[in-house]
């Protein structure tokens, strides 16, 4: 048994930053899950990735990379959104935090990236392979910190209108499912951050800012944050997260 939430946004206020002012290269919000955005994020991640690659800087060529994860766009009620899944209580690390779905890359994934993020998602989710459009992996811009060697790399998919989407979660490793509208992750009231006290010492910086997502009852932090703030300017470009627009910061950003 899982428990869907999902954040009311008014259509007028899709409406409203439907509305605003657009660089030409710049994708609307209500446009995002189109074949046309599709294409362009395709596109755009084949060609940072090769650049990335290039300059050895690729998580997707990591050795360290050992995990990967789904991000998995939808739409509700014509909105589109993101899907989140509240970790089980009962698991050893990062119990009941909000996360996206994958984990450990195995055997049969052959080193493929997006094959253990695919795997992962239809053994969490319950959901079928097919119906899982997969656009693109994302190769990390920077090697996120992470305690050991862990580093997920994000898979960008498209599952498509969520009340269409059957689903049987595994009790074992997911306890909610949450669905939470474009809209709200891109408003900047939403945004929160934390400063954390670097856990290794490193003569570049002591502190760092760590994004935040407010939600009534799913609060997105920690690598999933991350994730969300390196991936949603490649899915809507117009999207930053508050602390990018922080003045005079006092701690090492990720962005």
């Not at 009311?8 to 446009?31: E, F, M, W, Y």
């Not at 290039?54 to 997707?60: A, I, K, N, P």
């Not at 920077?142 to 498209?158: D, F, N, S």
């Amino acid at each position: 048994m899982f428990v869907l939430t999902k954040l009311p946004h008014t259509s007028g206020a899709i409406n409203a930053i439907c509305r605003r002012s657009l660089s030409k290269d710049a994708v609307a919000l209500c446009n995002v899950l189109s074949e046309e955005n599709k294409q362009r994020v395709i596109s755009e991640l084949t060609g940072r990735n090769e650049k990335l690659r290039q300059r050895s800087r690729s998580s997707v060529s990591k050795k360290e990379t050992v995990s990967a994860v789904l991000v998995p766009l939808c739409s509700i009620g014509g909105e589109p959104a993101m899907l989140f899944t509240r970790r089980a209580t009962n698991l050893k690390s990062h119990r009941g935090e909000i996360s996206f779905p994958g984990g450990l890359m195995d055997i049969k994934d052959g080193g493929d990236v997006t094959k253990t993020a695919v795997r992962e998602t239809c053994e969490e989710l319950g959901v079928k392979e097919s119906l899982i459009d997969v656009w693109g992996e994302f190769a990390l811009p920077k090697e996120l910190p992470a305690r050991g060697r862990m580093l997920a790399t994000p898979v960008i998919a498209h599952l498509g209108e969520f009340e269409k989407l059957k689903m049987n979660p595994s009790p074992q490793e997911v306890d909610k499912i949450h669905i939470v509208t474009l809209g709200h992750l891109c408003d900047v009231s939403n945004h929160r951050y934390t400063v954390f006290k670097a856990w290794r010492p490193n003569p570049m910086f002591e502190m760092y800012y760590g994004p935040a997502f407010h939600h009534p009852d799913c609060y997105i932090y920690g690598l999933t944050a991350v994730i969300l703030c390196a991936t949603l300017p490649v899915i809507y470009p117009q999207f930053k997260h508050r602390t990018q627009l922080i003045k005079h910061k006092t701690a090492f950003s990720f962005f």
